[in-house]
Every structure is written in C-alpha cells, then in structure tokens.
C-alpha cells in the first residue's frame, strides 16, 4: 500500500471516526506547507508539506506524517517533529 493509498484507506477513515472535522470547532488541514528557516535578505529555506495538522478551535493540535503501509510505525515521527517544530505546534517526544 503506498503513501496515497495509507492516506485514503487507513488515516483519512479513522480521522472522521474519531470525529475530527465532524465534531463542531475540529478541522483537519491536509499538505500544510511548513515555511523553511529564514536565511536573511528576505529569504527562507525549501519549505516543507505536512500531510496532517488537526486544529481543535484554531489550536494546531497534532502533526500526522503519513507513510507507505508497509513502513515501521516511526518512519515519519522525526519528519512530523519537524514539522510541527516549524509550525509552532507542540510535541512530545
């Protein structure tokens, strides 16, 4: 099962199971673009796209890096600290 298909099958069904962007105020924005570091003279670093923030009340709540199925668990974890890093979001390691 590749990335596209993890996303369609598996994360995007269980998002709505679990309620968000159904339940009132919870939202999921989906390839999030992560702005790149500023570099000086007006300029920033490549940007990065997450494929999952979830925002609770305008909260950004949680990061989610989706990878192909056949992938440990933690393949994308380093990727979504990055991520959520960047976008000034909370983690836990």
């Given at each position: 099962?590749?990335?596209?298909?993890?996303?369609?099958?598996?994360i995007?069904?269980?998002?709505?199971a679990?309620?968000?962007?159904?339940i009132?105020?919870s939202?999921i924005?989906?390839?999030?673009i992560?702005?790149?570091?500023?570099?000086?003279?007006?300029?920033?670093?490549?940007?990065?796209?997450?494929?999952?923030?979830?925002?609770?009340?305008?909260?950004?709540?949680?990061?989610?890096e989706?990878?192909k199925?056949?992938?440990?668990?933690?393949?994308?974890?380093?990727?979504?600290?990055k991520?959520?890093e960047?976008?000034?979001?909370?983690?836990?390691?």
């Amino acid at each position: 099962m590749n990335e596209a298909e993890t996303r369609a099958e598996l994360i995007d069904p269980a998002l709505k199971a679990a309620g968000w962007g159904v339940i009132e105020g919870s939202r999921i924005r989906r390839e999030v673009i992560a702005p790149g570091r500023l570099i000086g003279n007006g300029k920033r670093a490549q940007s990065d796209i997450a494929d999952y923030v979830l925002v609770y009340r305008g909260e950004k709540l949680a990061v989610i890096e989706a990878k192909k199925r056949d992938l440990p668990d933690t393949e994308g974890l380093g990727q979504a600290k990055k991520y959520a890093e960047k976008l000034q979001t909370r983690y836990h390691s």
